[in-house]
Structures are given as structure tokens and as C-alpha cells.
């Protein structure tokens, strides 16, 4: 199974994202910018950072990298993506995902370890874990609070598409909301870093729980 | 105090505001969060 990851100018956590990915016992790929295409993967990870130095707001700049015309393809064809912090929100920014994420209410970066609930494992990055599983995940960003109008909330949970919900809401995002998925179920956002707990060396692996789920999902 | 407003000023020269409307909804705003205005000055 070979699993892409897109690197913009200032991800940072490309390299984490590519190590995670050996971890899993999948096959990492490089995503430039600048590539067209996607290198005949299997799956997508879009990693934490600070893309493009998040000017005019994170995510804005990169959803017009070149990458992004066949990753956008490749999700509405069904495609497992997967956005991590600022990949989330680079998808959100790319209405691959509704909603947008604010500045922390408290105005503070936060970096952490957080608990979480896993709330659906009907997409391709939670279908290993169990429904109502507890993990405890790092987050470290400025903008985690997750905003959508009413509507649009409530459409989320009406479709149980809330994937991740905070214990302890570390941003003050809607409905202590981590992370969301797509109307096909297939594009998931999460603010939580997975791929910095997913070698024992670092003091868990606890988010091969979540990114092990798509290799489940490609033996189908 | 009576009211405060804070926002972001963007200037541009361009060949023609024809597109003007498309660039704010498409990038310089996101209407998800934002409203826009925008005037042609000289």
C-alpha cells in the first residue's frame, strides 16, 4: 500500500507523517507542491505546519498548490484522505470539508496531550478502532476551534460525522469538536497529531490505531 | 466607545475589476467566517 504525503512550503510534519507511514508497514510517498499528479497512491495524508506561513489565514495558499487539483480529484473520487492540523485546515480551506478553524478562544497557542473520543468508525481512518475509544493524542497548534454555522453543525451530528470529540476541549472549538469527515465519508480532518505517537521510542504509538485503519480499509 | 471594527485592508492595482468579486469570495475572504466589501478608488 503506498501512502502519499503532500509537503508546501513550511509543513513541518511531513517528516513525521513519512516516518508513521513506515511504522504502518505501508510504503511512503513524497507530494511535492508542484506535482501533478499522485504517484499512483493509495491513500493521502496531509500534514501539520504552517503552510505557505499561514499568511492570510492557514490553509488559503495551499489549497491552490498545483497538488491540490489531482488530490481534490482523488477525494471526490473516493480516495482516503486524511488532513492533520493545518492539512485540516488546507481542506477545510478547499471545501473539501465544511467549516473552518478559528483562533483558540483563549488566544494562546496550545501544545498538549489531550484525550479524545473516537465517535465514528465508518471512514477509512478510524475503521480499526472502536466506537467510543479513548485516546490520548498530542495538539499543538493556534487555530483548532472549529466553527460551522448551525445548519451545518447540526448536519454533522445528525450524519455522525464528528470522528473525534475532545474529553478536555483544549480550544474552544464547537461541540468540543477534534475532528470531522466529509459527506462520502472518506476525507477526514482532525486537529490531533496522530503520526507523533505512533513509534513506542517516542512513548506511544497509540495513532497507528487511528492511521493502521486505511490499511484495513485498501485490503478490501 | 461606541463601536470598534477590526478587518483586513487590501489594496490592489489591477488591469480591471471584473474579477474582483470572485477573488474575494475565492481567496481574500472566506465567507464561511468573513464579509467583504470592496470599491474601486482612482
Redesign the interface.
Known amino acids: 500500500v503506498r501512502i502519499g504525503v503532500t509537503i508546501f512550503p513550511g509543513s513541518n510534519c511531513d517528516r513525521d507523517a513519512l516516518h508513521a507511514v513506515e511504522l504502518m508497514g505501508a510504503e511512503p510517498v513524497e507530494l511535492w507542491h508542484a506535482d501533478a499528479d499522485l504517484k499512483g497512491i493509495d491513500a493521502i495524508i496531509v500534514p501539520g505546519g504552517f503552510s505557505y506561513g499561514d499568511y492570510?489565514?492557514p490553509g488559503?495558499i495551499a489549497r491552490?498548490s498545483k497538488v491540490m487539483r489531482p488530490l481534490e480529484e482523488f477525494a471526490r473520487g473516493g480516495g482516503p484522505v486524511l488532513g492533520v492540523c493545518n492539512g485540516f485546515q488546507v481542506l477545510c480551506?478547499a471545501h473539501l470539508l465544511p467549516?473552518?478553524l478559528?483562533q483558540n478562544t483563549h488566544m494562546r497557542f496550545v501544545c498538549d496531550r489531550v484525550r479524545v473520543r473516537i465517535e465514528a468508525t465508518d471512514t477509512p481512518w478510524t475503521s480499526g478502532c472502536e466506537r467510543g475509544e479513548e485516546l490520548a493524542l498530542p495538539v499543538a497548534h493556534n487555530e483548532g476551534n472549529y466553527?460551522?454555522?448551525p445548519e451545518t453543525l447540526a448536519r454533522l451530528e445528525d450524519e455522525e460525522r464528528v470522528v473525534l470529540r475532545y474529553l478536555e476541549n483544549p480550544n474552544g472549538s464547537a461541540n468540543d469538536i477534534a475532528g470531522v469527515c466529509n459527506e462520502g465519508r472518506n476525507v477526514v480532518g482532525i486537529m490531533p497529531h496522530p503520526e507523533r505517537v505512533s513509534d513506542p521510542a517516542l512513548g506511544s504509538d497509540e495513532g497507528l490505531r487511528i492511521l493502521r485503519s486505511v490499511l484495513e480499509e485498501a485490503r478490501v | 466607545v461606541q463601536t470598534v471594527h477590526v478587518g483586513r485592508l487590501i489594496e490592489m492595482e489591477l488591469e480591471s475589476a471584473d474579477e474582483v468579486d470572485a477573488m474575494c469570495h475565492r481567496?481574500?475572504a472566506?465567507p464561511?467566517?468573513e464579509e467583504y466589501e470592496w470599491e474601486v478608488v482612482g
Open positions: 492570510l489565514r488559503a491552490f480551506e467549516g473552518v478559528l466553527f460551522a454555522d | 481567496l481574500l472566506n464561511t467566517i
